[in-house]
């Protein structure tokens, strides 16, 4: 592990953090990266979904985005 630091969390989470850790096997450092990936992962779905509804919701441009990948798909 490289450099670290100290994150104040309350008394729950860090109650909450230890059970996970327990049951799962992983270091509570373990818990807190994977968590902090999760929702990384989770951000980046959400803006994908976002900029797909905006473009679904510019009939122009969704309409573009059709015949496009239309294109695309009788291409293979």
């Not at 992983?26 to 989770?42: F, L, N, P």
């Amino acid at each position: 592990m490289g450099k670290t630091t100290t994150v104040r969390v309350s008394n729950s989470t860090k109650s909450i953090l230890e059970e996970i850790a327990q049951k799962t096997g992983r270091s509570q450092s373990r818990v807190i990266s994977d968590a902090v990936e999760a929702e990384r992962r989770r951000m980046i779905l959400e803006a994908g979904n976002e900029a797909y509804a905006r473009l679904r919701a510019d009939e122009k441009a969704s309409k573009e985005y059709d015949e496009e990948f239309e294109v695309w798909e009788t291409a293979f």
